[in-house]
């Protein structure tokens, strides 16, 4: 049997082998501390499960929910985003229940890119923007996110060759994996140079509520004029911890919305009505339910940073998301040494290659155990780099 050589351009994804291995270091006795996928150790909240046994007691939301999904939640979606960033948008035309938003984001280009349009990746980047690109025949420009940028995408520097093919860009801050941040003055620069240039900006933001120390994440449509060229993705997984609920939102222009509702009709039928009727629960009260996740995922950093730097890794404490990108000494590479932290110390990371080349001399930590657990998993680390045969 041959297969579609488009598999072939697919490289292969970080954290598809990690789970078995994990359990069989497990099963031979090994104490594992995983921070790898950005799945935090603490349940959803208690009144979000409530709303969900109600809601599967309820027959009518076991019928397909198609794309037009349960009106409740396509309602609490919108009240949220008028909550959290004064913009105000059509629960029926404007807002698309996806089943987490990682479906969205993938299957957006099928419905932008022909063959030979260009989607601008960043790397190191959440890697369905690659696979959807990929995956649909259009062809990707990898921009590297590195310190000399402060980690944003500088679209000024995509080559006059390349420029005229671009349709789609993907944008995710706060970022996974670096933790930046993008000022209000680089997303108003961005989407002027995607109005001039007839270019989709795909703002994807599960992050936006895990922030610290004050600082307050936007909206892509707090940007004047970003309705024209822009469709923001939000997801509970985060905020909520409920990634295996797999809930999120779509929320932007009709034309845009609608054309990628087209796309899902033909690949799944919506989330499942009883999870979109808890979602909106736990939208209706985000406030409140995330306020706790935020300040342990605070402390956590504080840990996480605070034991990374005893050891002498050098980082700068981020404002935002669930992780830490933490660079290495140089010469070591990262995947040898996510891979020995993992077999030797028991310890899972993630390599920054595994985000693409561009996340090489870097690996990422996520802040998915507590303060004690965090700072013991570091230690652990800190003895794996000792060891002179690392790099
Ligand atoms: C940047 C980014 N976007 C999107 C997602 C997908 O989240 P979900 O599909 O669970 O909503 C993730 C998950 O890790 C992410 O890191």
Not at 82 to 91: E, I, L, N, Q
Not at 146 to 164: C, G, K, N, S
Not at 199 to 221: E, K, M
Request: aromatic share 10%.
């Amino acid at each position: 049997m041959k297969f579609a050589s488009r598999l072939d351009r697919l490289p292969g994804y970080p954290l598809a082998e990690l789970p078995a291995r994990k359990r069989a270091l497990i099963a031979q006795g090994v104490d594992v501390i995983d921070l790898g996928a950005g799945d935090a150790d603490y349940p959803p909240p208690a009144e979000v499960i409530a709303a969900m046994r109600q809601a599967t007691g309820e027959t009518a939301l076991s019928k397909y929910g198609f794309q037009q999904g349960n009106p409740v939640f396509r309602k609490a979606a919108c009240d949220w985003m008028m909550r959290r960033f004064g913009a105000s948008f059509d629960p029926q035309a404007e807002v698309l229940p996806l089943l987490g938003s990682k479906e969205g984001l993938s299957h957006l280009p099928l419905a932008v890119l022909n063959p030979g349009d260009v989607a601008v990746v960043p790397e190191p980047g959440y890697q369905a923007y690659l696979g959807g690109t990929v995956l649909s025949g259009g062809e990707p420009y990898v921009y590297p996110l590195t310190p000399r940028t402060r980690y944003l995408v500088e679209l000024e520097e995509i080559p006059a060759a390349v420029l005229p093919r671009v349709r789609l860009v993907y944008l995710n801050y706060p970022n996974n994996p670096t933790a930046a941040i993008a000022p209000m003055e680089y997303l108003e620069r961005t989407v002027a140079f995607c109005r001039r240039h007839g270019i989709l900006l795909a703002y994807d933001n599960p992050y936006c509520d895990l922030t610290f120390d004050g600082y307050r994440a936007p909206s892509i449509f707090e940007v004047p004029g970003a309705r024209e060229v822009a469709i923001e993705y939000f997801s509970l997984s985060k905020s909520f911890s409920m990634t295996g609920w797999r809930l999120g939102w779509a929320a932007g222009e009709k034309r845009f919305i609608t054309a990628l509702t087209r796309v899902k009709s033909y690949v799944d039928t919506g989330p499942w009505l009883a999870v979109q009727q808890a979602g909106a629960f736990a939208l209706d009260h985000a406030e409140r339910l995330i306020a706790p996740n935020v300040a342990e995922l605070q402390a956590r950093r504080d840990a996480g940073v605070g034991a990374l730097r005893e050891a002498g890794f050098e980082l700068e404490s981020p404002v935002a998301t669930m992780y830490l990108w933490v660079p290495l000494p140089a010469g070591v590479p990262s995947a040898e040494f996510s891979r020995r932290a993992l077999e030797e110390a028991g310890v899972v990371t993630l390599p920054g290659s595994a985000f693409g080349p561009g996340g090489e001399g870097f690996f990422r930590i996520a802040l998915t155990v507590g303060g004690a657990r965090l700072r013991e998993g570091i230690l652990r680390l800190r003895e794996v780099l000792a060891r002179a045969d690392v790099a």
